[in-house]
């Protein structure tokens, strides 16, 4: 059999232990070592199978006092989404005002996964 061995750092915890991964030549997951806990080996499987990331970016503020509202996901979105979700995100536009914590995108492609306003912007409120 010819095992790959993927070497990576856990950064679910401060320790940062240092995880050898062991793949079969499909790619599939096998094994992990070196993880200190329990939450190391999940990471670890996830990460080479699945791996997750949250999207932090920004969104067009019509009215308001800043031009973009910055916004994230919720949770992790699987990586392969990312470019894809971004494509979303830059259609869109929202209004002033905007809260923190506003959903500005519900379950974004279907992942069952929120993108919501990270910051608030104010209603422009120029007098004439």
Do not use: W
């Not at 979700?85 to 259609?91: D, E, G, L």
């Not at 910051?119 to 004439?128: A, I």
């Amino acid at each position: 059999m010819n095992e790959k061995v993927v070497e990576m750092t856990c950064v679910v915890c401060p320790i940062g232990c240092d995880l050898k991964v062991t793949l079969d030549e499909n790619g599939k997951f096998l094994s992990v070592t070196g993880n200190k806990c329990p939450k190391g080996a999940i990471y670890a499987k996830e990460e080479v199978t699945d791996p997750k990331r949250i999207l932090p970016t920004s969104v067009k503020v019509i009215g308001g006092e800043l031009p973009l509202v910055s916004v994230r996901t919720e949770k992790p979105i699987p990586k392969r989404l990312i470019f894809d979700a971004m494509k979303v995100i830059k259609s869109i536009h929202v209004n002033a005002p905007v809260k923190r914590g506003q959903v500005i995108i519900r379950n974004i492609l279907n992942t069952k996964v929120n993108v919501i306003a990270t910051r608030t912007v104010k209603e422009n409120r120029k007098s004439p």
